[in-house]
């Protein structure tokens, strides 16, 4: 069975923190895994992966992924309370729909 | 331009009840999804169009689902007889076709509350 597990499920930090998210996935006919930020509202996208060990960067968020071992990592610096939110991986397969995990719920404090 | 919209945002419906929820997608995109996101759980898919064609309707959970988009833009989930077990929020997403297929675009939502 397809599936996409996040960890942790939950997370507490200090604004200024780093924090790494991590989501491991098995998946038939891989074709992309996305990253989505979800506040009390629609999704919304940060990055899709596709290639191994190539760093997607937007800003303080970075993201890779690694094929082979199955995996990715979405990385934030510097942390802000504005980053707070459930942070969502997606696997899509080829001509099919998105496979989520359950999110990471990030809390950052002041 | 604008994004995916959905309407209603907030839908409160008695069981036993029947309920459309409306998605409008962006312009241009043929792909369209429908997702249902339980409390504290990721999006999970009901189903998708390519154009006005159905393609996957494997994740709609029962035969009370049921979706359409006739004319290959705006589409509509209907739930008839609703349960408390539908209670949830109902995302649409859209994306343009092959290369950037997977990168979809979500819509705010539709709540769904069943009493």
Redo the contacts between chains.
């Keep these: 069975e397809d599936k996409?597990v996040q960890s942790p499920l939950s997370l507490v930090v200090h604004e200024g923190d780093t924090v790494t998210l991590n989501c491991s996935y098995e998946v038939t006919n891989f074709?992309?895994l996305?990253w989505?930020k979800q506040e009390k509202?629609?999704?919304?996208?940060l990055f899709?992966l596709t290639s191994s060990g190539i760093e997607k960067k937007s800003g303080r968020l970075s993201s890779i992924l690694d094929k082979k071992e199955l995996f990715s990592i979405l990385n934030i610096t510097a942390t802000q309370t504005g980053d707070s939110a459930v942070y969502?991986c997606?696997v899509?397969q080829a001509?099919?729909?998105?496979?989520?995990?359950?999110?990471t719920t990030l809390s950052v404090s002041s | 331009g604008a994004?995916?919209s959905q309407s209603p945002r907030y839908k409160v419906a008695k069981r036993g009840q029947d309920v459309a929820l409306r998605c409008d997608p962006i312009s241009g995109h043929v792909s369209l999804?429908w997702?249902q996101q339980a409390l504290?759980?990721?999006?999970?898919?009901l189903t998708?169009f390519q154009n006005e064609a159905q393609?996957?309707k494997s994740?709609l959970p029962s035969d009370r689902f049921f979706a359409e988009r006739p004319e290959g833009s705006v589409s509509t989930l209907k739930i008839q007889r609703t349960q408390q077990e539908d209670s949830a929020v109902y995302?649409c997403a859209s994306s343009l076709p092959s290369g950037s297929?997977?990168?979809?675009?979500?819509?705010?939502?539709t709540r769904l509350t069943v009493l």
């Design positions: 996409v074709r992309s996305l989505y509202k629609a999704p919304t996208f899709m969502l997606a899509g001509g099919t729909a998105l496979i989520f995990g359950k999110g | 994004g995916v999804f997702y504290g759980q990721g999006p999970e898919f998708y393609l996957d994740g995302l297929h997977n990168e979809q675009f979500f819509g705010p939502g």
